[in-house]
């Protein structure tokens, strides 16, 4: 059974550092990417970014200039930074697991797995 | 950027009923489309992957269709478990991967 726990500090000021750690029991940690998301309140999803066991990056470009995925494979472990927040920043984060499946040589992914998800707020 | 636009953003609807959920790509993304249900405090949960294939566990009264641009998500008969906010969200090509507004079905 996979589960995502994840933990990170959920009140921040303007212009300081967003930080979130989510680490993975179960299952396999390499394979995969891994994911965040985040959903303002009362709002739709929003990808912010991925990393695989290997560092490999991709992001959002809304949010490249001031994002920061990390991976720790000794433990199982990836990380969220994210620079220069706003109040518009505020937001419920997810962390969650890149899976695929394969059809005809295609790689069909979704996110199958979720952390509880942690409710950062930004305001001064 | 791909947009990814739902039908309707609201619904009301009875237990019992069928239903049916909306959502078009801004350009082609084969079958790269994804179905999410989000309750309340919870994160989502994946129910339709592929445009068409259940996920593990989710009920066969969920039932997803399309390609291309144009897809739906029907509930066949409509649990009260099923009261949530449904998303679509394709994974064509390279990211980033985008999410519908959502639609959310509330009981009549």
């Known amino acids: 059974q996979v589960q995502l726990q994840q933990w990170g500090a959920g009140l921040l000021k303007p212009s300081e550092t967003l930080s979130l750690t989510c680490a993975v029991y179960?299952?396999?940690?390499?394979?995969?990417?891994w994911t965040w998301i985040r959903q303002p309140p009362g709002k739709g999803l929003e990808w912010i970014g991925e990393?695989?066991?290997?560092?490999?990056?991709n992001y959002n470009p809304s949010l490249k200039s001031r994002v920061t995925i990390s991976v720790d494979t000794s433990k199982n472990q990836f990380s969220l930074k994210l620079s220069s927040v706003t109040a518009a920043d505020t937001a419920v984060f997810y962390c969650?697991?890149?899976?695929?499946?394969?059809?005809?040589?295609?790689?069909?992914?979704?996110?199958?797995?979720w952390g509880q998800g942690s409710l950062v707020a930004v305001s001064s | 950027d791909i947009q990814m636009t739902q039908s309707p953003s609201s619904l009301s609807a009875s237990v019992g009923d069928r239903v049916t959920i909306t959502c078009r790509a801004s350009?082609?993304?084969?079958?790269?489309l994804n179905w999410y249900q989000q309750k309340p405090g919870k994160a989502p949960k994946l129910l339709i992957h592929?445009?068409?294939s259940l996920q593990s566990g989710v009920p066969s009264r969920f039932r997803g269709s399309g390609s291309g641009t144009d897809f739906t998500l029907t509930i066949s008969s409509l649990q009260p478990e099923d009261f949530a906010t449904y998303y679509c969200?394709?994974?064509?090509?390279?990211?980033?991967?985008?999410f519908g507004q959502g639609t959310k079905l509330e009981i009549k």
């Open positions: 990393i695989n066991d290997s560092g490999s990056t």
């Open positions: 350009q082609s993304i084969s079958s790269y």
């Open positions: 592929a445009a068409s």
């Open positions: 969200q394709q994974s064509y090509s390279t990211p980033p991967y985008t």
């Open positions: 969650a697991r890149g899976g695929a499946t394969y059809y005809d040589n295609s790689a069909y992914y979704y996110f199958d797995y």
């Open positions: 179960g299952g396999s940690f390499s394979d995969y990417y």
